[in-house]
T-cell receptor
Framework: DAKTTQPTSMDCAEGRAANLPCNHS???????VYWYRQIHSQGPQYIIH???NNETNEMASLIITEDRKSSTLILPHATLRDTAVYYC?????????????FGQGTELSVKP | DAGVTQSPTHLIKTRGQHVTLRCSPI?????VSWYQQVLGQGPQFIFQ???????GRGNFPDRFSARQFPNYSSELNVNALLLGDSALYLC?????????????FGDGTRLSIL
């Protein structure tokens, strides 16, 4: 079973920041938080990952709380092309090998 | 650089038939994982291969099998197809089979069983 809880759906106005929350209250010390998104009819696209520090790349920022029990993915200026299902995944990287456990994700709709 | 490529993109089969799906990883990646995504759900892990050896297996019947070749490409085989095998089959590659580097996905093969 997925170790994360996400809202089923969210709306965001085009040009505004999209803040997608994720709860992972049972996360253990060696588990990373990964974010992927899936646009209709395409494969999941890697966005960002982190362990305990906040991370930023050209796509998004990842904010992880100090207790690591929750995180937020931030798309700073959402566009219509950011409409997708966003998956938050926690993964223990040394013993679970290649296994990613996907939940239902959050369906983000960016509206004009 | 080319991403993960999968073939074919679409496939229609009938119940009881056999199917082979193919995946070429990103150049330099040595690990390939396979996932099944049924409509309306998140992808489910089927297999992981690293250096031609199976390193992980999900909760799928023995009708599902896979292998990895010396050039790190991979095949997923499904025998005795059932209607419930209709799904998007995704391949993901990563440099190693462990560690924190992310997996990168192809756009999948959409398999329809009639």
């Amino acid at each position: 079973d997925a170790k994360t809880t996400q809202p089923t759906s969210m709306d965001c106005a085009e040009g505004r920041a999209a803040n997608l929350p994720c709860n992972h209250s049972t996360i253990s010390g060696n588990e990373y938080v990964y974010w992927y998104r899936q646009i209709h009819s395409q494969g999941p696209q890697y966005i960002i990952h982190g362990l305990k520090n906040n991370e930023t790349n050209e796509m998004a920022s990842l904010i992880i709380t100090e207790d690591r029990k929750s995180s937020t993915l931030i798309l700073p200026h959402a566009t219509l092309r950011d409409t997708a299902v966003y998956y938050c995944i926690v993964r223990e990287t040394y013993n679970q090998g290649g296994k990613l456990i996907f939940g239902q994700g959050t369906e983000l709709s960016v509206k004009p | 650089d080319a991403g993960v490529t999968q073939s074919p993109t679409h496939l229609i089969k009938t119940r009881g038939q056999h199917v082979t799906l193919r995946c070429s990883p990103i150049s330099g990646h040595k690990s390939v994982s396979w996932y099944q995504q049924v409509l309306g759900q998140g992808p489910q892990f089927i297999f992981q291969y690293y250096e031609k050896e199976e390193r992980g297996r999900g909760n799928f019947p023995d009708r599902f099998s896979a292998r990895q070749f010396p050039n790190y490409s991979s095949e997923l085989n499904v025998n005795a197809l059932l209607l419930g095998d209709s799904a998007l089959y995704l391949c993901a590659s990563s440099w190693l089979g462990w560690g924190n580097q992310p997996q990168h996905f192809g756009d999948g093969t959409r398999l329809s069983i009639l």
